[in-house]
């Protein structure tokens, strides 16, 4: 039996083009269906992200809004953001109906793996972030306020700064999916990434350099579980064939090349 796509037929670009807008309209549908949910938490939210940050304020000190409609426009900025990260489940789901009718049966099997894996491992990033990265930060910064100086954060500076911190994060634990996809596909392979491991180690310190803001803690805190991750990646990228190696990648036609014998 043949290992060919379920559905390999060629359809004119018109039908790819749409299915690709009914596809892309799901998932702003489902980003606002999500934010619709939330807009009545907008404030519980932004105080729940604040959290990190107002548990190393000074005594008596608060998070302040210099713009007039900040107050009422960073919380919905926020709970926008949110609804975008909650929707990536709806919108890699999107993605993936749109690519598996091309993709063969073997790809499938690995496909879907790696899909689950790229949603909780960008969740684990935003958690690690959250949970570990900000405290450090936070309480690094109270403590190397100047005397004189009272700490009172702007709530859209924060806002920006988590943001950027969160996707960080977030792309960075993506590093074992993008690295097993490498080896899959041919690009590199095994032996190759071991051998520049000590350029990806310099490069995981260079990336935590401009993903991060300029402070050595979230630099090494991004960096550091970069690097292990690339090791983890390395490590599954072992137990999978590359895909050009797969025997089942040809048309089945392939194998009917030879015309049928004749009877005598």
Known sequence: MSDLPENDQHMPLVSHLTELRTRLLRCVAAI??????????????YTFVSTPLRAYLPAGATMIATDVSSPFLTPLKLTMMVSLFLAIPVILHQIWGFIAPGLYKHEKRIAV?????????????????????????????????????????????????????????????????????????GVVDVKYLKKIRPYVIIGCFVVGMILTPPDIFSQTLLAVPMWLLFEIGILFSSLISKRGEHP??????????????TQA
């Open 248 to 261: 089942d990648d040809q048309p089945a036609d392939d194998h009917n090349d030879q015309p049928p014998a």
């Open 32 to 45: 606002f269906i999500i934010f619709a949910g939330l807009f009545a938490f907008t404030q519980q939210i």
């Open 113 to 185: 793996p790696l899909l689950v894996s790229s949603i909780f491992l960008f969740y684990a990033g935003m958690a690690f972030a959250y949970f570990l990265v900000f405290p450090l930060i936070f309480k690094f910064f109270a403590a190397a306020t100047p005397a004189g100086v009272e700490m009172m954060t702007d709530i859209t500076s924060y806002l920006d700064f988590v943001m950027t911190l969160f996707f960080a994060f977030g792309v960075a634990f993506e590093i074992p999916v993008a690295v097993v996809l490498l080896v899959w596909i």
